[in-house]
């Protein structure tokens, strides 16, 4: 299967963007305003094999921990170590300097189950009504 490289998103605000094999992953603009200001990432060690929609990593903010789930399936092949000095790149650069970390994607299919860019803008203003 051939999939387009882009970004694509899950309902719980993460995204992936997918090049070829691999991808980077972090969480959407809409999650980091609602989480605020991001002041702790956990690690992920690379080598660590995750499934699809499995916990992936931890984000502490002033207002609230959460969960990070991974939006694909594979290996993690390394971590944004920027984050461990600098967390808030999540909140001033999410989808650039704040991506969390790289995998090198299982199944390409598994982008069936996530939302493209269009339709996570829709799935947006749906949450705000």
Do not use: C, R
């Amino acid at each position: 299967m051939e999939v387009k490289q882009g970004y694509y998103y899950t309902k719980e605000h993460e995204w992936v963007f997918i090049e070829g094999s691999k991808a980077k992953v972090g969480i959407s603009d809409y999650a980091q305003h609602k989480l605020g200001d991001i002041t702790y990432v956990d690690t992920v060690q690379p080598g660590k094999t995750v499934k699809q929609f499995e916990i992936l990593t931890g984000i502490e903010s002033v207002k609230a921990a959460s969960d990070v789930y991974a939006p694909v399936s594979g290996t993690v092949i390394a971590f944004n170590s920027a984050l461990n000095d600098s967390p808030e790149l999540i909140n001033t650069s999410p989808y650039d300097k704040g991506y969390i970390l790289e995998i090198e994607i299982k199944d390409v299919s598994e982008t069936k189950k996530l939302m493209t860019a269009d339709e996570y803008k829709k799935y947006l203003e749906g949450l705000e009504k």
